[in-house]
Nanobody, 125 residues
Framework: QVQLVESGGGLVQAGGSLRLSCAASGRTISSYAMGWFRQVPGKEREFVAAISWSGGSRYYADSVKGRFTISRDNAKNTVYLQMSSLKPEDTAVYYC??????????????????WGQGTQVTVSS
């Protein structure tokens, strides 16, 4: 079983940057695709970014393309989401997720097997 713990969230002004981290324990995630999703109250969980097991393929939602970068360090069993040029509409709880079955990654939340507890990101205008 894999446990995922997100960190790095907080309050930032519009135009600012944050880096989220997702530390995995219990098992190595080096063969897993990893993703970041976000959710605001009353809305469905939304895909943000995904990275393949090797890091060779990365996917982004159109709303964050060019502003966010997903990366991973398999030696540290950790995945990152670097967020720049943040906007108030980026405010959400951000979740890290691991996909055991599809090594290339996916934009579909239901394909992910493991989830963290989430970290709040608030962008003020």
């Amino acid at each position: 079983q894999v446990q995922l713990v997100e960190s790095g969230g907080g309050l930032v002004q519009a135009g600012g940057s944050l880096r989220l981290s997702c530390a995995a324990s219990g098992r190595t995630i080096s063969s897993y695709a990893m993703g970041w999703f976000r959710q605001v109250p009353g809305k469905e969980r939304e895909f943000v970014a995904a990275i393949s097991w090797s890091g060779g393929s990365r996917y982004y939602a159109d709303s964050v393309k060019g502003r966010f970068t997903i990366s991973r360090d398999n030696a540290k069993n950790t995945v990152y989401l670097q967020m720049s040029s943040l906007k108030p509409e980026d405010t959400a709880v951000y979740y890290c997720a691991g996909c055991e079955r599809y090594h290339s990654g996916s934009t579909y939340a239901y394909l992910y097997d493991y989830w963290g507890q989430g970290t709040q990101v608030t962008v003020s205008s």
